[in-house]
């Protein structure tokens, strides 16, 4: 059956149109971004269609390259978790690729046809991260994803190729400690397929390098997720990058890592394995809580927009890697639900970000006034529905997540993560709703502005209709929360 061959279609579509797409762009670098686009349509249109069919039936995939079994063959293995994600970051990829062609000349000039090239392989490596069954297979996928991270980071400003520097540096340090644990686990269990390790590690729990492992991978990972204080690299690399590199890394890159530390976490080692170890659980909840004020709090002091949102991504983060910690069903659907949301929330916002510097020149926070408003309504009105979102406010999308959490961490009885998803919310609305203040109200207007002679000067369709999906999503999110949910329960490995 077709369903059986879609997890491999799905990659492999990336790394088709990489090839089509520098083939062609060089003789014509204005084919480089529709093709882009299409490619990622493609694989969206997979992803659906494998989703829709995972619901209907039920039925996990694995595919077997060259139909040699495990553990001797390599598999993609596409469940509910993987069909979940794959679907997230295929649409968020697609959307932010078509919005690109608003600024794709002005942001990349001569290296239109590299760039989309680089962003193929990028979608590459992290559906490989998510389909494969393979510890190890896991790691080049990861690899490939991060070196094309790398390259897509460093088009930018003038600073751009700095942060880019500085990732490679901590983002290499991330990958090796992550084999490096790979390494020990094939030293007990003599395999690297995650199916066959799950049934042999709970026998495994006595041996300290199970647990070293462990520590190992949740600290390489934890660099690719940005887990605080693991974050150092992120901020400069999202503020410096292009604002289609922002929009496409930050809303999907830390989410497929998170998604690692799940798969690792609850699939591999199993949530009873996992917490009848040293507390790693609530260590990694605590992290992640001083993550999620930390961010919120430097969010606050940022004059730059981008660094705002890149600070407030490393809070975000925070609330998904909480959830994990929480190892309950309700955490676990509010972190895979703040997947889904902060990936169309922060993917909005970014967009919104170029949208304002293309027609700006500029995305300085107090150098907004109300004209903007009039001059961009349609992006200030996608600025507004995300930004409300991350706050928390119902029916939108953001509200939920941040719920489900609350009920999870009321359910282990843990008054702080409850108390730092309260703090966190109202730090989020200082920094956002200043900028609402500003761009809807007349307060702080420059004395000379004269707001009836302000026209309109919005972005084109193709920067417009990405923004407005994404924040029509967030509605639709809210409402369908429930049945959202219902089906992140029935995959919770409990």
Known sequence: MIETHLPVAIVFTYLLFA???????????????PLAVLGAGVATLFSIIAFISFLNEGEIVRYWFGNWQPPVGIEFVYDGLSGFISLVINFVAFIVLWHSGANAKAEFKSKRHVYYSVA?????????????????????????SSLASYALIAIGNKNAPFAAFRYLIIGTVGGTLYLLGVGFLYTITGTLNMIDMEAMLPMLMDNNVAIAALVLILGGIGVKAALFPLHGWLPDAYTNASSTSSAL???????????????VVLYVYGADTFESMIPIDYIIGLLASVGIIYGSVMAIGQKELKKMLAYSSVSQIGYIIMGLSLMNPFGFAGALLHVLNHAFMKACLFLVSGNLRLKLGHTRVFDFDSSVAKKQPWTMFGFTVAAISMVGLPPLAGFFSKWYLAIGTVQ??????????????????????????????????????????????EVGFNGKAPVMILAIGLLVIGLTNAAIVGFLFNIFPG
């Open 249 to 263: 890394i930050a809303p999907i890159g830390t989410k497929v890592a998170a998604y690692v530390l799940f798969r």
């Open 120 to 144: 193929m392989l990028l979608m590459l490596g992290f559906n490989g991260m998510v389909m494969t069954g393979d510890l190890f297979n896991l790691y080049v996928f990861l690899e490939i």
């Open 412 to 457: 282990n009885s843990n008054w702080l993560f409850l108390a730092v998803i309260l703090v966190s919310s109202l730090l989020n609305a200082v920094y956002f709703f200043r900028i609402l203040e500003k761009v809807y109200t007349n307060k702080d207007n420059p004395a000379d502005l004269d707001l009836d002679a302000v026209e309109q000067d």
């Open 19 to 33: 090839v089509i797409g520098t083939a062609v762009s060089f003789r014509n670098k204005d084919w480089a971004q």
